[in-house]
Nanobody, 122 residues
């Protein structure tokens, strides 16, 4: 099993930035795909970004790809979500998740963190 812990959420004004962190422990060799997801109040959870840890290849959803980026620190078993130019519509609970291979299967991530709240005010 992989344990994931997110941090870095908070309240920020529109236009600001936040960097979310996710630290993995346990069977981290099984977490070749690390993803970020978000769920806004009253909405379904949506995929935001993923990173394939063996190569660092990333993907970010089109809606935020010009503002968000994902990166890793392999030595720390950590992935980060850098969020710039934040908008009120980015307000959501952000979750870190992992799966073994096939990162594009965003509906099938099987280890999840507890989430970190991001609130963006106008």
């Amino acid at each position: 099993q992989v344990q994931l812990v997110e941090s870095g959420g908070g309240s920020v004004q529109a236009g600001g930035s936040l960097r979310l962190s996710c630290t993995a422990s346990g069977y981290t060799n099984k977490a070749t795909c690390m993803g970020w997801f978000r769920q806004a109040p009253g909405k379904q959870r949506e995929w935001v970004a993923y990173l394939y840890t063996p190569t660092g290849v990333t993907a970010v959803v089109d809606a935020v790809k010009d503002r968000f980026s994902i990166s890793q620190d392999s030595a720390k078993s950590a992935v980060y979500l850098q969020m710039n130019s934040l908008k009120p519509e980015d307000t959501a609970m952000y979750y870190c998740a992992s799966r073994w291979e096939s990162c594009f299967l965003v509906q099938q991530y099987d280890s999840w963190g507890q989430g970190t709240q991001v609130a963006v005010s106008s």
